[in-house]
């Protein structure tokens, strides 16, 4: 397993050698948005479509 340091230097370099730093921080937060989901899904911490529609219901009410 790589290092949070690794893993956002990987990502640092493959990005094209004209990126902006606004565009390098969007990836590295996508990443760590992705990560984080993974993680959650892993864990059992999701919300069901069921669940979802429901509550997208609910707010048109």
């Known amino acids: 397993?790589?290092?949070?340091?690794?893993?956002?230097?990987?990502?640092i370099?493959?990005?094209?050698?004209?990126s902006?730093?606004?565009?390098i921080l969007r990836e590295l937060a996508f990443a760590c948005i992705v990560q984080r989901g993974l993680e959650d899904s892993d864990a059992g911490r999701t919300v069901s479509d069921d669940e979802i529609a429901r509550n997208i219901d609910s707010w048109r009410k």
Do not use: L, N
Request: glycine share 0%; net charge negative.
């Open 1 to 11: 397993m790589s290092t949070a340091k690794e893993e956002m230097t990987d990502i």
């Open 20 to 23: 902006s730093f606004d565009e």
């Open 13 to 18: 370099t493959r990005q094209p050698e004209d």
